[in-house]
Nanobody
């Protein structure tokens, strides 16, 4: 069973920064796409950013220019650097890994593995 473990969440003031980590139990090169999702309280999960095996990245419009997703294959870890955080970005952040995709981008229901999430709280 593949395991994904998120870390790096915490309490931060608006305008602050956090770096989230997603450590995988096996080589991340195996996965076509690894993504970060946010689940705000009482809401559905929404894609924040993803990165493919080849290094292509995709971001939600709301975080472009502030968040950066990156990958360290040697450490089997994907990172999400979050800068200039806003209160509405409070929530549980999950990483997910997908083996294959059938369209231009991997959709939420196509991911094969999910982590347990890490809590991010942005105070106003």
């Amino acid at each position: 069973q593949v395991q994904l473990v998120e870390s790096g969440g915490g309490l931060v003031e608006a305008g602050g920064s956090l770096r989230l980590s997603c450590a995988a139990s096996e080589r991340i090169f195996r996965f076509n796409t690894i993504g970060w999702y946010q689940q705000a309280p009482g809401k559905q999960r929404e894609l924040v950013a993803d990165i493919t095996r080849t290094g292509s990245t995709n971001y939600a419009d709301s975080v472009k220019g502030r968040f950066t997703i990156s990958r360290d294959n040697a450490k089997n870890t994907v990172y999400l650097q979050m800068n200039s955080l806003k209160p509405e970005e409070t929530g549980v952040y999950y990483c997910a890994a997908g083996l294959v995709r059938y369209g231009m981008i991997l959709s939420e229901n196509e991911y094969d593995y999910w982590g347990q999430g890490t809590q991010v709280t942005v105070s106003s």
